[in-house]
């Protein structure tokens, strides 16, 4: 083990050379992918210096989403002591679903947990899990609030038509979820959005009255902190006033920028947040834990575990529910996921986590003074986002876009909004600086005008 160690060292020494010297990766064809690398599995292995060298060509040639021109995803950049937790984590190799074999780790998760039900005044009656990611803790979310609706469908099945209502805006795992859960893609209800991409509660009272007139079921609002494309925030206090009106749960997906809970310069932006059913939050997302770190919550864990939870006497042998995690997870084999987050919080503190949200929304500021400052730009976005929406010298984004990545310059994605397309540049990474954000734009620029405007 001391020798593959010491060979993880090298490579990760690679790997941090590659990000200073060659942040964007020249990217690989798909139909030469397997002529360029030896992926091939054989017969018989290599030896570690043949090993070393195959790994090596993999690094050089993979996305490097810790470097200072990526921008293309909604998670980005590497913090030393989040990273520490995640290696603790691979290292120990403990399963989360019952306290004897994770013993201390669980108790880890278990202050997370309560800690984030405090930050959103939940209680003290309640409870969460984490998950594999945002879509499954939007997936857990729709399943507890199926199951108050009607709880004789977990040993029934469905009888009535349910309905679910989300934003246009929204993330696409609402209605994937919807065909998971058997209610069916077609029973989302898909929520008119303002301009700034917020959920509109008119149109949703709107919309839950004409399905009850016409004989369906409501029992789900999915509100967002933080669109994907646009970053906007759902008023969740008035969408849960709507909630309360016709008994519906709500659920706030924060998947992207619930981590706001942490600031107090911008906890406002959830006002409201204690009125919701469950939330769900991404510490790989806007606090930079190393992918995933995915948790989900509900203000009253009844609901978790009655949705969760099932007997299993070979596995459930010592302690009590409390810390045996299986019995309120959607998963039995669980890897350690919230031990990188711990250790980032601990080693920083309450104002560590601060000023890492902070910083992101400092950064976009920064990126929308400068596109204000330059009329070769055009700005969609707006204050209170991290999502910078932009096109410039009306070349199509997609094209953009594609060119910069394809040629190794910059790493960023585009998105659509009432029919516009444009660039979106996301100042998740917070450990950006403010001259990595002006070298994006002279990076770009410098690309329209010597490759595209030539």
């Known amino acids: 083990m001391i020798k593959d160690l010491k060979l993880f060292q090298e490579l990760a020494e690679l790997l941090l050379e590659e990000e200073q010297n060659n942040p964007v990766a020249k990217p690989i064809a798909t139909d030469l992918l397997y002529h360029k ?6 017969d018989k292995g290599i030896v570690d210096e043949e090993l070393k060298d195959v790994l090596s060509s993999i690094i050089r040639t993979t996305p490097k989403t810790a470097s200072k021109l990526f921008f293309n995803q909604l998670f980005g950049g590497r913090i030393g002591k989040a990273a520490l937790g995640d290696l603790l984590a691979v290292l120990l190799n403990n399963s989360m679903y019952t306290y004897k074999v994770a013993g201390p780790q669980v108790g880890i998760e278990k202050v997370i947990l309560k800690e984030i039900s405090a930050r959103i005044n939940y209680g003290n009656n309640s409870d969460g899990t984490f998950a594999s990611g945002g879509s499954m803790t939007n997936y ?4 507890m609030a199926r199951d108050r609706f009607d709880p004789s469908i977990r040993t029934e099945g469905y009888t009535k038509k349910l309905v679910a209502y989300t934003s246009e805006s929204s993330h696409y795992s609402i209605e994937k979820n919807a065909s998971f859960l058997g209610i069916g893609r077609h029973q989302i209800r898909k929520i008119a959005s303002d301009n700034y ?3 509109i509660p008119e149109k949703l009272q709107k919309c839950i009255a004409d399905d009850l007139n016409k004989g369906y079921h409501p029992f789900f609002v999915n509100a967002t902190a933080g669109t994907t494309v646009l970053g906007a925030f759902d008023d969740i206090y008035a969408l849960s006033q709507v909630c309360n009106k016709n008994d519906i749960w709500l659920h706030v997906d924060g998947a992207y920028c619930g981590s706001v809970i942490f600031s107090n310069n911008y906890k406002h932006l959830i006002n ?3 009125f919701s059913d469950s939330f769900s ?6 606090l930079g834990t190393p992918l995933t770190s995915s948790i989900i919550l509900t203000k009253d864990k009844k609901h978790l575990h009655d949705s969760l939870s099932n007997d299993a006497d070979y596995l459930y042998q010592t302690d009590g529910d409390d810390f045996n995690l299986g019995k309120t997870s959607l998963q039995c084999g669980r890897r350690n996921n919230a031990l990188k987050l711990w250790t ?3 080693s920083v503190g309450h104002k560590g986590l601060e000023k890492i949200v902070d910083k992101q929304f400092y950064l976009a500021k920064i990126a929308r003074e400068y596109i204000k400052s330059n009329e070769s730009y055009k700005l969609y976005s707006f204050d209170d986002s991290i999502s910078v929406c932009f096109n410039y010298k009306d070349i199509p984004a997609k094209l953009l876009c594609t060119e910069l990545y394809e040629n190794s310059e910059l790493m960023v994605g585009f998105g659509q909004f009432k029919g516009q397309e444009f660039v979106r540049l996301v100042t998740i990474n917070s450990t950006l600086q403010e001259e990595d954000i002006k070298n ?5 620029e410098r690309y329209v005008r010597h490759k595209i405007l030539k």
């Open 140 to 143: 857990i979310a729709m399943l």
């Open 281 to 286: 939050v991404n510490a790989h997302k806007m």
């Open 440 to 444: 994006f734009f002279s990076t770009l």
């Open 37 to 42: 690398l030896d992926l091939s599995l054989n």
């Open 272 to 274: 409201g947040i204690e």
């Open 197 to 199: 991409g917020k959920m």
């Open 344 to 346: 980032l919080w601990k």
